[in-house]
């Protein structure tokens, strides 16, 4: 599945009132990487906190449009409200993990506050030019590129919290 309209305003409502409608106005002209930049400089200029789970769900989008490496720095700059949704979280800033027998290393990149799994992106190191992510990586579970929610999803499945802002990953399973 790919981020919706549903989705971006659930994103927005994280804004201001008057800041989701500009932050809306970007996906309808089709400058989704333009709108997660206006996101992120707006929630720090406001020094607004954040659930850590919406970090997480910022972070997906911003891969699904290519943009978390370039944003890794100010997404770790949030201000995180430790009062709201922690069942899934950013991991913490690490290097790579070599897997055995392939020619790929594992990002840790989201984790579940419940049970310690992890999403990793998984990487064919370039001598030259940008690390795409070949695969995501729940524990042993492999997911495509285009499968990066799914693999939120999978994260995500120990989460009981009645109230948590990604419920609706529960029919992606
Ligand atoms: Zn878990
Ligand atoms: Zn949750």
Redesign the pocket.
């Given at each position: 599945m790919i981020t919706d309209l549903d989705q971006w305003r659930g994103l927005g409502r994280l804004l201001p009132p008057g800041e989701d409608e500009q932050f809306v106005d970007y996906f309808m002209i089709g400058e989704q990487e333009g709108g997660l930049g206006f996101l992120l400089s707006r929630l720090r200029d406001h020094d607004l906190p954040i659930p850590a789970?919406a970090v997480a769900e910022a972070a997906v989008t911003a891969e699904e449009w290519g943009v978390w490496v370039r944003s890794e720095d100010e997404f770790r700059l949030l201000p995180v409200d430790e009062s709201g949704?922690r069942?899934?979280r950013l991991a913490g800033p690490s290097g790579a993990v070599a897997i055995p027998d392939e020619d790929l290393v594992a990002w840790p990149w989201l984790a579940c506050a419940s049970c310690g799994a992890g999403v990793s992106r998984v990487c064919r190191p370039e001598p030259f030019g940008p690390w795409v992510p070949q695969h995501y990586r729940v524990e042993e579970c492999w997911y495509e590129p285009e499968e990066l929610w799914e693999a939120l999803a999978d994260l995500?499945s120990c989460?009981d919290?009645p109230e948590?802002?990604?419920?609706w990953l529960a029919a992606l399973d």
């Amino acid at each position: 599945m790919i981020t919706d309209l549903d989705q971006w305003r659930g994103l927005g409502r994280l804004l201001p009132p008057g800041e989701d409608e500009q932050f809306v106005d970007y996906f309808m002209i089709g400058e989704q990487e333009g709108g997660l930049g206006f996101l992120l400089s707006r929630l720090r200029d406001h020094d607004l906190p954040i659930p850590a789970n919406a970090v997480a769900e910022a972070a997906v989008t911003a891969e699904e449009w290519g943009v978390w490496v370039r944003s890794e720095d100010e997404f770790r700059l949030l201000p995180v409200d430790e009062s709201g949704g922690r069942c899934v979280r950013l991991a913490g800033p690490s290097g790579a993990v070599a897997i055995p027998d392939e020619d790929l290393v594992a990002w840790p990149w989201l984790a579940c506050a419940s049970c310690g799994a992890g999403v990793s992106r998984v990487c064919r190191p370039e001598p030259f030019g940008p690390w795409v992510p070949q695969h995501y990586r729940v524990e042993e579970c492999w997911y495509e590129p285009e499968e990066l929610w799914e693999a939120l999803a999978d994260l995500h499945s120990c989460c009981d919290d009645p109230e948590c802002r990604l419920r609706w990953l529960a029919a992606l399973d």
